[in-house]
Nanobody, 119 residues
Framework: QLQLVESGGGLVQPGGSLRLSCAAS????????IGWFRQAPGKEREGVSC????????NYSDSVKGRFTISRDNAKNAVYLQINSLKPEDTAVYYC????????????WGKGTLVTVSS
């Protein structure tokens, strides 16, 4: 089974930036579309972004458009989420997840990395 591991979370001030990484411990990550999700305290998990297997197609939620950028480097077997202009409401546990297509339910999930935006 595909195993995903997120990294790059931490404490950052409003307006700051982070780059989250998603790596596969098994299989080739390029076989999967990869989505980023987040769950803020007291709220349901929401989809943030997704990238197709080839990287040709990307999607973003309205709340992060223009600030977040998803990318992948299949040669490095990794997917990234560049997060800019962070806001306190971006505070959440961020998860990466894999499926055959972004339009399908995610089959494999990482355990998450915490992003905290606070002054």
């Amino acid at each position: 089974q595909l195993q995903l591991v997120e990294s790059g979370g931490g404490l950052v001030q409003p307006g700051g930036s982070l780059r989250l990484s998603c790596a596969a411990s098994r299989f080739t990550l390029g076989t999967y579309a990869i989505g980023w999700f987040r769950q803020a305290p007291g709220k349901e998990r929401e989809g943030v972004s997704c990238i197709s297997r080839s990287g040709d197609v990307t999607n973003y939620s309205d709340s992060v458009k223009g600030r977040f950028t998803i990318s992948r480097d299949n040669a490095k077997n990794a997917v990234y989420l560049q997060i800019n202009s962070l806001k306190p409401e971006d505070t959440a546990v961020y998860y990466c997840a894999g499926a055959y297509y972004c339009s399908r339910p995610m089959d494999y999930w990482g355990k998450g990395t915490l992003v905290t935006v606070s002054s």
